[in-house]
Nanobody
Framework: QVQLVESGGGLVHTGDSLRLSCDAS????????MAWFRRAPGKEREFVAT???????YYSDAVKGRFAISRDNAKSALYLEMNNLNAEDTAVYFC???????????????????WGQGTQVTVSS
């Protein structure tokens, strides 16, 4: 059983940057594909970014070029560096871990076995 705890959310202004963290415990972190999803007010949860054990990463079109996902296997930690934030980035951000993620399903919630409780990011204009 893997436990995931997100942190780093908060209230920022348009154009600001923010770094989210996700601390993992209870599993073999380095073997999991890790991902960030988010749920904006009134919307369904959506894919943001994923990083494989090989460190190959993939982003949604909405954040490509502004966000960067990374992982530190020694610390069992996942990060999301978010730059040039705008109001559309306001959401609860969730960390997820999957043991059987493949390229074709890496953006699908169903591919991930474990989820954190989320951290709120609010971007004010």
């Amino acid at each position: 059983q893997v436990q995931l705890v997100e942190s780093g959310g908060g209230l920022v202004h348009t154009g600001d940057s923010l770094r989210l963290s996700c601390d993992a415990s209870g599993g073999t972190f380095r073997s999991y594909t890790m991902a960030w999803f988010r749920r904006a007010p009134g919307k369904e949860r959506e894919f943001v970014a994923t990083i494989r054990p090989s460190r190959h990463s993939y982003y949604s079109d909405a954040v490509k070029g502004r966000f960067a996902i990374s992982r530190d296997n020694a610390k069992s930690a996942l990060y999301l560096e978010m730059n040039n934030l705008n109001a559309e980035d306001t959401a609860v951000y969730f960390c997820a871990a999957g043991a059987r993620v493949i390229t074709s399903n890496s953006a699908s919630m169903s591919a991930y076995d474990y989820w954190g409780q989320g951290t709120q990011v609010t971007v004010s204009s």
